[in-house]
């Protein structure tokens, strides 16, 4: 079964300080992978996504996470994080059948929660 | 353009009863799955409806159940409520057969 692993549960940064949120997956074929974010009493956005192309995707707030095929991994980064990044953080995953188009079933991990200290 | 809506937004329920919950796509998304968030079990996929016909289903027992109409307006209903069944449960919708998923602001769902 397909299964998304999140390594940090919980990682505490001061402003400015560079983060790193480790993806994993488990999955032999095609994927389309996915980071959402949840802000407190907010519902879940899109942070970025990959579908196929340049390994290296940008996201909005100045996200970026890259997809590694032989690791598969898919780690969320950002160079200087502020106190606004605060929130809980989810990799996702969808299958994509050969010859098919994704399922539209996402696997998420069990999600990271950041806080940024001021 | 408006977001996925659901409704209602918070919801008591007893022990035994059933429960229906709606969720309004993004105007022209004709994909719509929902989700059960627990803070013990996370994000978990219950079912996806493309063009009125169940496409994927997850792993929950069946009790749960949904639909899809003609609008792509979508009803998810659970019966024999249990107190397991308290959670958070999230509407997606997206544009087509490969696109991202946008997520509505959930259904709170307490059983007692």
């Known amino acids: 079964a397909q299964s998304v692993s999140q390594h940090n549960h919980h990682v505490i940064l001061s402003e400015a300080a560079s983060l790193e949120l480790g993806c994993n997956y488990s999955?032999?074929?095609?994927?389309?992978l996915f980071w959402y974010v949840q802000y407190p009493g907010q519902h879940l956005q899109l942070l970025l996504k990959?579908?196929?192309?340049?390994?290296l995707v940008k996201g909005i707030k100045g996200f970026e996470a890259e997809f590694i095929k032989s690791k598969f991994s898919f780690n969320l980064r950002k160079p200087s994080v502020q106190w606004s990044d605060t929130a809980e953080y989810f990799c996702?995953?969808?299958?994509?059948?050969?010859?098919?188009?994704?399922?539209?079933?996402?696997?998420f991990g069990q999600g990271t929660t950041l806080q940024v200290k001021p | 353009k408006a977001g996925v809506t659901q409704t209602p937004r918070y919801l008591i329920k007893t022990r035994g009863q059933q429960v229906t919950l709606s969720c309004s796509p993004i105007?022209?998304?004709?994909?719509v799955s929902w989700y059960q968030q627990t803070p013990g079990q996370g994000l978990q996929f219950l079912f996806e409806?493309?063009?009125?016909?169940?496409?994927n289903k997850g792993n929950f027992p069946g009790r749960f159940s949904g639909r899809q109409f003609s609008n792509s307006r979508s009803e998810m209903n659970v019966s024999t409520l249990e107190l397991g069944d308290s959670a958070l449960y999230l509407c997606?919708?997206?544009?087509?057969?490969?696109?991202?998923?946008?997520f509505g602001p959930g259904t709170r769902l307490t059983v007692t």
């Open positions: 105007s022209g998304h004709r994909s």
């Open positions: 990959y579908f196929s192309g340049d390994p």
């Open positions: 409806y493309f063009s009125e016909t169940q496409r």
């Open positions: 996702a995953v969808t299958s994509v059948p050969h010859g098919s188009s994704n399922t539209g079933k996402l696997i």
């Open positions: 997606a919708s997206s544009g087509g057969l490969r696109t991202e998923q946008y």
């Open positions: 999955y032999g074929g095609t994927v389309n």
